[in-house]
């Protein structure tokens, strides 16, 4: 399998919790950077797989424009190909996306749309700096079910400020009153360089994270959407399949500034640099590699992240015995942070709160 990115990294404002690369630009800027993918994936070397995963991902993707998205497509299809039945996913802010959009990019083969709803508090969706309203929301998932997309994601934060486990309450049982079969739950963080930073807002407590944290996966389980990953949600049948291609160590190429790759063993990145991205007389040759990647402590790290887990004979490695890997396993699994099911190592969704510690433990940091 191998997957493709393409980062769109165009905002019209950024939020006050995004660390992403994105920035306003004009309409010229977007047609050129189309232009630019579209050229850049004729000249990947050959013979080069066809993928089985498109993700178009941001920034704000229906700002490139339905009809960029289509030719991006067309591009790909053409060289390196796309396997029939692939995913075709693009992100999308409610209040950028419109009927006539997804049309479009439904005629030209997407069919999975992920929406950026965070809330359905009017106060959080402010103080996120986010422009939609849970009416937005409702409109965009109505109209891409008219356009026959039917797998849909919605994304919702956890731990935003204020938030309390009523207010969490309301905006899942929202979701759930979608119907949609994909929900991601990522914990707020503070990161560096972003407005929360410079405000100084203080992340909730430890305690009051974890605690909303669990709310949400026992809740959504509950509803028969499955904790398939850490922070995420889905209906069998339903896991993003491009998403997957990360944890489980597939190859993917992402295109565009600050777009990261695994390629060939190895961890590539384009520089987070529009203009430079748009000039060079060659963007291949932007990419700097960033070392080699798929080492064990990747393949514990990530594996982990499913629900599957990390099977004991695949981490068996010289600098690592299945005997050892379970002796450091058996205080956590006792601790109940762990399952040991079907020959893999699990997390528990306690055991998803302290996941790092976790891996350190089990490779023996
Ligand atoms: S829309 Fe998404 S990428 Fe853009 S600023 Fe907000 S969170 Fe960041």
Not at 264 to 288: C, K, N, V, Y
Request: charged share 20%; glycine share 8%.
């Amino acid at each position: 399998m191998a997957g493709l990115y393409v980062h769109v990294p165009f905002c019209r404002r950024k939020c006050a919790y995004c660390a992403f690369y994105s920035l306003p630009a004009s309409e010229e800027a977007r047609q050129r950077y189309a232009a630019r993918l579209c050229a850049m994936l004729t000249c990947l070397p050959r013979p080069f797989p066809a993928v089985e995963s498109v993700y178009f991902g941001g920034g704000t993707p229906p700002l490139l424009g339905a009809d960029a998205i289509a030719s991006i497509l067309d591009a790909a299809r053409r060289h390196p190909g796309v396997r029939n039945g692939a995913e075709i996913t693009v992100e999308c802010n409610p209040e950028s996306t419109d009927a006539a959009f997804i049309d479009r990019i439904a005629a030209a083969g997407v069919n999975r749309l992920s929406f950026g709803l965070q809330s359905v508090h009017p106060e959080q969706l402010r103080r996120l700096g986010r422009e939609h309203t849970p009416e937005d929301a409702a409109r965009v998932l109505c109209e891409a079910r008219r356009a026959g997309i039917h797998n849909l994601s919605l994304d919702v934060m956890l731990a935003l400020p204020g938030q309390t486990e009523t207010s969490l309450e309301e905006t899942l049982a929202w979701c759930l009153g979608q119907d949609v079969p994909h929900l991601s739950a990522y914990l707020l963080s503070i990161e560096e360089g972003t407005r929360f930073a410079a405000e100084g807002v203080c992340p909730l407590p430890e305690d009051s994270q974890a605690a909303l944290y669990l709310y949400a996966a026992d809740r959504l389980e509950r509803a028969g959407l499955f904790q398939y990953e850490i922070s995420n949600f889905a209906r069998p049948g339903y896991e993003s399949r491009h998403n997957r291609c990360y944890w489980t160590l597939e190859e993917y190429l992402g295109l565009g500034p600050a777009a990261h790759s695994f390629w060939g063993g190895r961890r590539l990145a384009f520089p987070a640099e529009l203009e430079a991205f748009l000039e060079a007389p060659d963007p291949w040759a932007l990419l700097s590699d960033m070392g080699a990647g798929g080492d064990l402590a990747e393949t514990v790290m990530l594996r982990l992240r499913l629900r599957e887990g990390l099977p004991v004979e695949e981490a068996a490695h010289p600098g690592l015995a299945a005997e050892t890997l379970l002796l450091r396993a058996r205080p956590l699994l006792e601790a109940g942070l762990l399952r040991h099911t079907g020959g893999a190592l699990s997390l528990t969704p306690r055991g998803a709160l302290v996941s790092n510690s976790i891996v350190g433990l089990l490779l023996g940091f």
